[in-house]
Each structure stands twice: as structure tokens, then as C-alpha cells.
């Protein structure tokens, strides 16, 4: 099934060109991780992809369809959350505003959504703290509740954005450990600037720098670098064994 299908796709501020030519397609059960340097159009990218922005040029289908016709089947996780952590509110309650279509709410949530709510903190192992502030947890704490917030109405897709900035390296690991298994029931995109750490767990990578150059996660032993040949982190790590250790 396809999840993604980018066709020809380009975007520009007024005059400058902030994306070109961007061609990609991603399928059910693909791990995708989207690098490249600041400024390069990452999050730009995601913005397209989650129709907040409108591509100058070409076409974005989701599920062989626009965005607006499958928004209920995509999580996102943005990297600024904008949840104020002084704000007495608790976890449980952060999950529930993941509802995006529940016709909510002069009398609450229903036992059903806050069962479900239960079961996704459950599954990204913090069920316990389902009654605590939300500023009382840690980084990594917080980042699990954001991931069942986008999580708890069943998306088909799960978009993350930078989802470790900030967190120490055993919550990062962590975090990659439980959209490892996560992934065996949602397609995944992940921005990310922690490169060593994300090949041990995608199974695509998409550098982009204004344009794209998209690498499925094969093994790069013995390869011989040709002049003016694109040339990147993913292959510099793979080729020193950053991927297979």
C-alpha cells in the first residue's frame, strides 16, 4: 500500500527556491528518516507533506489522496509541542487532545476514548504516570506522552520532528526503541539531526539540501566514490560501520 507519493514537487518563498524537484514515495511498514543541514528544507518538507503549506509546483498524495481526505490517519509529533509544562494539567488528559475527530465535548470523553488513551500510555510504557502533571516528568517522560497524544487515534502514518532534541542519549535510545516497535503497525517519518543513532533504525534516509538524493539503507561495503559524486553522512557512516556496528 502506498503511504506517500511525492511526484516532481517544488516550493519557494516569493523568489527563493526553498525545495526543487523533490521526488519520493513511501510504502506500508517503511521507516523513513529525513536529514540534512538547517536550512535545507526539512521542515518545509513536512509542512507539504501535513498541507500547511501549498507546493508551488507538483503533486503530494497520502494513501493515493490528498491530505485533507485522510487527516485522522496521521500522528504528528511537532518539535516545539507547545504544552506549557508550569500548566497544572495531566498526562491522561494531554493524551485525549489527540482526538482530532471526536465531536467533543461539553460532558468529557467518553469511558471507550480514555480506555484507549490508557492502553496507548500503556504501550509507550508510562501508563503509570497517568495521573501526574505533566510538568513533573522528564524530557523523555513528556516526549512518550506527546508520541501516545499522536498515537491514540489509530494513525496510519506517524510524522515526528526532531523527537530526541533535548534528551539525554539513554532517552534517545529509548524513544528509537519504541518507534522501532511502534513501526511494526505505523509507517514512520522522522527529522532528525541524530544521524549514528537513526540508521541503526530506518530503512530509508532523505538528504535534503533544497533538493533530494533518497538512499534505501543497503549495505555500502567496498564502494568506490566516483568525482563529483553525491556524497553524505549516511554513506560516510556506512561505509566506517556506523549502521551495522
Not at 518545509?44 to 503530494?60: F, R
Not at 493524551?95 to 471507550?112: D, N, P, R
Not at 512518550?144 to 520532528?161: E, F, S, T, Y
Request: contains cysteine; hydrophobic residues 40%; glycine residues 8%.
Amino acid at each position: 500500500m502506498s503511504i506517500l507519493e511525492i511526484k516532481d514537487l517544488n516550493f519557494s518563498y516569493e523568489k527563493e527556491v526553498i525545495l526543487k524537484d523533490i521526488s519520493l514515495g513511501m510504502k506500508e511498514g517503511d521507516f523513513l528518516a529525513i536529514i540534512g543541514p538547517n536550512g535545507g528544507g526539512k521542515s518545509t518538507l513536512l509542512k507539504l507533506i501535513l498541507g500547511i503549506l501549498t507546493p508551488t509546483s507538483g503533486d503530494i498524495k497520502l494513501f493515493n489522496d490528498s491530505f485533507r481526505a485522510n487527516f485522522s490517519r496521521i500522528g504528528y509529533v511537532p518539535q516545539n509541542t507547545n504544552i506549557n509544562i508550569d500548566f497544572p494539567i495531566k498526562v491522561i488528559d494531554v493524551v485525549l487532545m489527540g482526538y482530532t475527530e471526536s465531536k467533543k465535548k461539553l460532558f468529557g470523553y467518553s469511558k471507550a476514548e480514555i480506555q484507549k488513551a490508557m492502553e496507548v500510555l500503556e504501550e509507550v510504557g508510562i501508563s503509570s504516570l497517568a495521573q501526574n502533571k505533566i510538568g513533573s516528568l522528564s524530557g523523555g517522560q513528556r516526549q512518550r506522552v506527546m508520541i501516545a497524544r499522536a498515537i491514540c487515534n489509530n494513525p496510519k502514518l506517524l510524522i515526528l520532528d526532531e523527537p530526541t532534541a533535548s534528551i539525554d542519549s539513554m532517552g534517545q535510545k529509548q524513544i528509537y526503541e519504541l518507534l522501532r516497535k511502534l513501526n511494526t503497525t505505523i509507517s514512520i517519518i522522522v527529522v532528525s539531526h541524530d544521524i549514528s543513532v537513526i540508521l541503526s533504525y530506518a530503512s530509508s534516509v532523505a538528504y535534503i539540501n533544497r533538493s533530494l538524493v533518497y538512499h534505501q539503507l543497503a549495505q555500502y561495503k567496498d564502494r568506490v566514490i566516483k568525482e563529483n559524486e553525491h556524497f553524505c553522512e549516511v554513506e560516510l557512516l556506512e561505509m566506517i560501520g556506523g549502521l551495522h556496528g
